[in-house]
Every structure is written in C-alpha cells, then in structure tokens.
C-alpha cells in the first residue's frame, strides 16, 4: 500500500447531520505535521544451516508431518486445532518434567505457577477457537466428537493424554485438578468438551481428543531427541518451551491464511474473529518466552555452549529467527495492511491522495453500516501491536538470559542505526499509515469543534 503524505493545512467543519468531516475554506484547524515514515524494513530468516540445526533439535520435521496428516475430511478446522491440542499435551509433559527435575536448586514452585497459567491460557484459546468454529456456519458442527449419552464411546476421556494421569500422582494432582476445572469452566459457551477427564456437569459431546490430538506420538518424540547424549537437565526445558512456541506459531500460520482467505471473500464477521484470536496468540508466545527467565543461568549458558547456539561469522539474524515459520508468520501479519484498500472499498490513490484515509475518516464517524469492517480494521492493528510487543519483550528476555555482552554479540543489543533485526520490527512506524492519519486528523477535528461548540 503506497505511503500517503498529507497537507497539514487540510480545512474540516463538521455536518449538521452525522458530525462527518469534510473539507471546507471558512474553518481552519492546527494540524499536526505528519512526519514521512521511514523506509520499512524486511526481515530475512537466519542462516540455512542454523534453521535447519534448529529444526533437527525440536524435531519439527516429525510435528509437521503431525501437523499436516488429514484424518478428518469434513473438519475444516483439523489443521488449526491440531497443533493447538499438541501445544497443550506438551505442556502436561513440561510439569511433569518440572516435576521430576533432580536438581535441589530449581525453582519448583514458580515454574508450576507458570506452567500452569500457561496451560489455563491455552485451554482459553482453544476454548475461543471452539467458539469461532460454531459461529461460522462453514465450519459449525464438524468437529469429531463422541456423544456418551447415545453410547458412542464407553469413556468419557482421554486415554494417552498426559493429564489424568497427572491428577493421580501425589506431585501433580492439586495442579492437575486446577487445570481440569479449568477445562470445564472455558469449555462451558462451546457444544463439546475436550474429554480430558473434566467433570462434564452438563453431559456434553466429548471431542475425541486421541484420535485428533494423537498424544502417544507426540510423547514418542521426546523419548529420544538428537541432543539424548547432553547431561544438562536444562536441555529438556528448552527443548519443551520451543516446541510449545513452535505448535502455536503453526495455529497462528493457519488462522492468517484463513484470515485473508475470509477478508478476500468479504466474510468479514468471522475475519474480525480470526484477528483476535491471532492478537492473542501473539501475547500466549510472548509469556511462553517468558519462561525462560525461570531457568538457571549457569545451567542455561552452559547448555548454549553444548548446542553450540551461537552467532556465525557475519549472521546479524535474532536466535529467533531461526525459525522459518515465525519469520513467515511475522511477514505474513506485516502484509495484511495490504488488504485495507479492498475492507474500505477504495482504491490507492496513484498519486498519493487521501482517498484511504478519508475513507476510514468516514466509516469511522458513520456508525450505521460497515461496523464489521472497522471491528476487522482495529483487529489488524492489535495483531500489529501484539506482534512488536512480543518482539520487544524477546529482545529484553535474550539480554537477561544471555547478558548483554552476550546479546550485542548476537547483534540483539544494538541501536536502529546498526540494523539491529528485532528493533526494526518494533520500531518502524505503524503499517497502517492511512488509518494513523484518519485517526490524528479526526482527533483534532473533534477537539477543534468541542472548542468551537463550548465558545458558542
């Protein structure tokens, strides 16, 4: 979308009938000077070599092919849920790791404080998916679940999931029991429940969590992993936290896609909700980062010495973006400011007018049609916000993990003029230039006419 100037001389008066603002030579407001943003910046993937190491780590090639495998035909939704399932069967793994963990001087009790609102914000999101999916008449009612009260299944929950047996072991069982009320109280606007083994006062459906979710898999791929030979306990809690961010980097892939999918057919009810949950999931990857701070720091430097984590001669990419698909997560949110000119029924003004921008001025005042495209509109610019927040608190994290010494060297530390990756992300101006300057100029014009009202 072309970057668009404006004449800070513009005139406005407001119109008898909705207040909307117009151009107009007998009243003149003091505007502010709009700087021209600077040039936005790409970001690039680290080196080839790194992703792929980082890859063979997490053994992403193997959760992939989870990820992709299609075992329900009519559940458009497989591809979402599926990893957002295996996120939280990870997460009952990393307390009973944090659980078991030998060493005296770990940090027991926060670490299942932590773990355990994290496994409460996922239950929230799936919960909030699960809500989606029955608003939108596509993809209501497909979901694979077993209804007990028809006698399609002679349980009423998981068999291989990791927490019922958690609710059983004398370490485990206070904060397993959490989470399962938890389950049953997020799970209570939806038509299933998770069958995890949550109470299930109402005698819903219950989603067939094994056969979608697949837990005996998902557990097989930390039986043996390429780094086995490692004796640093913090190994395993790396390992856990990355795969966790890795499967809800995969949900955020696939509602994006679904995303412009819906913003491109104009089905902009249900794209408003894509944008939330894809807000959200941006912050959930901001407090698994978070988790990182709990680990020790001699245990944690020396393993970075062992995995041999370090900058390559001339890499200048974050650890991050080792990552493939959090690079093309992040590119893919960047290009949803593309799609602005079709939500507000405008063309790009070749020339560089106002036309996007006295468009969104005019959807915004006019409250009575269009309500679904400023709701998909403000979305956007949260999953932006969302976005450079949790690449600003990474770039925090990385200096306390690591030291600053440690995050200069990884280019982490350094200021905007040296081209430091992450501070370009959450430092370049907003992608939504338009709609910044519908917003600044309709502040001033309501501010200059309450001062025109109150002389009156």
């Given at each position: 979308?072309?970057?668009?100037?404006?004449?800070?001389?513009?005139?406005?008066?407001?119109?008898?009938?909705?207040?909307?603002?117009?151009?107009?030579?007998?009243?003149?407001?003091?505007?502010?000077?709009?700087?021209?943003?600077?040039?936005?910046?790409?970001?690039?993937?680290?080196?080839?070599?790194?992703?792929?190491?980082?890859?063979?780590?997490?053994?992403?090639?193997?959760?992939?092919?989870?990820?992709?495998?299609?075992?329900?035909?009519?559940?458009?939704?497989?591809?979402?849920?599926?990893?957002?399932?295996?996120a939280l069967e990870i997460t009952f793994r990393f307390i009973s790791l944090v659980l078991s963990d030998p060493r005296p001087y770990a940090n027991r009790r926060e670490w299942i404080r932590r773990i355990e609102s994290l496994a409460t914000s996922e239950i929230e999101m799936i919960a909030m998916l699960c809500e989606d999916e029955e608003e939108d008449p596509t993809t209501r009612g497909r979901a694979p679940v077993a209804d007990l009260?028809?006698?399609?299944?002679?349980?009423?929950?998981?068999?291989?999931?990791?927490?019922?047996?958690?609710?059983?072991?004398?370490?485990?069982?206070?904060?397993?029991?959490?989470?399962?009320?938890?389950?049953?109280?997020?799970?209570?606007?939806?038509?299933?429940?998770?069958?995890?083994?949550?109470?299930?006062?109402?005698?819903?459906?219950?989603?067939?969590?094994?056969?979608?979710?697949?837990?005996?898999?998902?557990?097989?791929?930390?039986?043996?992993?390429?780094?086995?030979?490692?004796?640093?306990?913090?190994?395993?809690?790396?390992?856990?936290?990355?795969?966790?961010?890795?499967?809800?980097?995969?949900?955020?892939?696939?509602?994006?896609?679904?995303?412009?999918?819906?913003?491109?057919?104009?089905?902009?009810?249900?794209?408003?909700?894509?944008?939330?949950?894809?807000?959200?999931?941006?912050?959930?990857?901001?407090?698994?980062?978070?988790?990182?701070?709990?680990?020790?720091?001699?245990?944690?430097?020396?393993?970075?010495?062992?995995?041999?984590?370090?900058?390559?001669?001339?890499?200048?990419?974050?650890?991050?973006?080792?990552?493939?698909?959090?690079?093309?997560?992040?590119?893919?949110?960047?290009?949803?400011?593309?799609?602005?000119?079709?939500?507000?029924?405008?063309?790009?003004?070749?020339?560089?007018?106002?036309?996007?921008?006295?468009?969104?001025?005019?959807?915004?005042?006019?409250?009575?049609?269009?309500?679904?495209?400023?709701?998909?509109?403000?979305?956007?610019?949260?999953?932006?916000?969302?976005?450079?927040?949790?690449?600003?608190?990474?770039?925090?994290?990385?200096?306390?993990?690591?030291?600053?010494?440690?995050?200069?060297?990884?280019?982490?530390?350094?200021?905007?003029?040296?081209?430091?990756?992450?501070?370009?992300?959450?430092?370049?101006?907003?992608?939504?230039?338009?709609?910044?300057?519908?917003?600044?100029?309709?502040?001033?014009?309501?501010?200059?006419?309450?001062?025109?009202?109150?002389?009156?």
């Amino acid at each position: 979308m072309a970057d668009l100037a404006w004449n800070s001389n513009a005139k406005m008066v407001s119109s008898p009938n909705n207040k909307s603002p117009k151009l107009d030579k007998q009243h003149h407001l003091s505007l502010p000077t709009l700087p021209l943003p600077l040039r936005p910046t790409d970001i690039s993937a680290a080196a080839s070599p790194l992703c792929s190491a980082y890859d063979h780590y997490l053994r992403l090639p193997e959760l992939r092919k989870l990820w992709t495998s299609k075992e329900f035909p009519n559940w458009s939704s497989e591809s979402i849920f599926k990893p957002a399932l295996h996120a939280l069967e990870i997460t009952f793994r990393f307390i009973s790791l944090v659980l078991s963990d030998p060493r005296p001087y770990a940090n027991r009790r926060e670490w299942i404080r932590r773990i355990e609102s994290l496994a409460t914000s996922e239950i929230e999101m799936i919960a909030m998916l699960c809500e989606d999916e029955e608003e939108d008449p596509t993809t209501r009612g497909r979901a694979p679940v077993a209804d007990l009260s028809k006698g399609e299944s002679s349980r009423s929950y998981s068999e291989a999931s990791l927490l019922p047996r958690l609710a059983t072991w004398y370490k485990s069982k206070d904060v397993a029991q959490r989470i399962l009320c938890s389950v049953e109280y997020n799970m209570m606007r939806c038509p299933y429940t998770l069958g995890l083994g949550e109470p299930n006062l109402s005698g819903k459906p219950s989603l067939r969590y094994d056969d979608v979710c697949k837990p005996n898999e998902i557990h097989a791929l930390a039986i043996t992993t390429p780094f086995d030979h490692i004796d640093n306990y913090e190994n395993q809690t790396v390992y856990t936290t990355h795969q966790i961010v890795e499967s809800w980097i995969r949900v955020t892939h696939q509602l994006l896609e679904r995303l412009t999918e819906r913003i491109e057919s104009k089905r902009l009810e249900e794209a408003k909700n894509d944008c939330y949950a894809v807000e959200r999931i941006w912050k959930l990857l901001t407090d698994i980062e978070d988790l990182h701070m709990l680990m020790d720091p001699a245990d944690f430097l020396m393993l970075k010495n062992q995995l041999s984590i370090k900058s390559t001669a001339g890499e200048t990419a974050a650890f991050c973006f080792r990552s493939t698909e959090l690079v093309e997560v992040t590119k893919m949110c960047k290009d949803l400011k593309q799609k602005v000119p079709g939500i507000l029924e405008v063309e790009v003004d070749p020339q560089g007018g106002p036309r996007i921008q006295e468009a969104a001025m005019r959807l915004y005042v006019d409250k009575r049609n269009g309500m679904e495209r400023v709701h998909v509109l403000q979305g956007m610019q949260g999953i932006e916000a969302a976005m450079k927040r949790f690449f600003y608190a990474y770039k925090q994290v990385v200096g306390v993990v690591m030291g600053s010494f440690e995050a200069n060297g990884n280019r982490v530390g350094l200021s905007w003029e040296r081209s430091d990756s992450l501070s370009q992300i959450f430092l370049e101006p907003t992608y939504y230039p338009s709609l910044d300057a519908a917003k600044t100029f309709l502040g001033y014009f309501w501010g200059n006419d309450s001062d025109r009202q109150g002389r009156c």
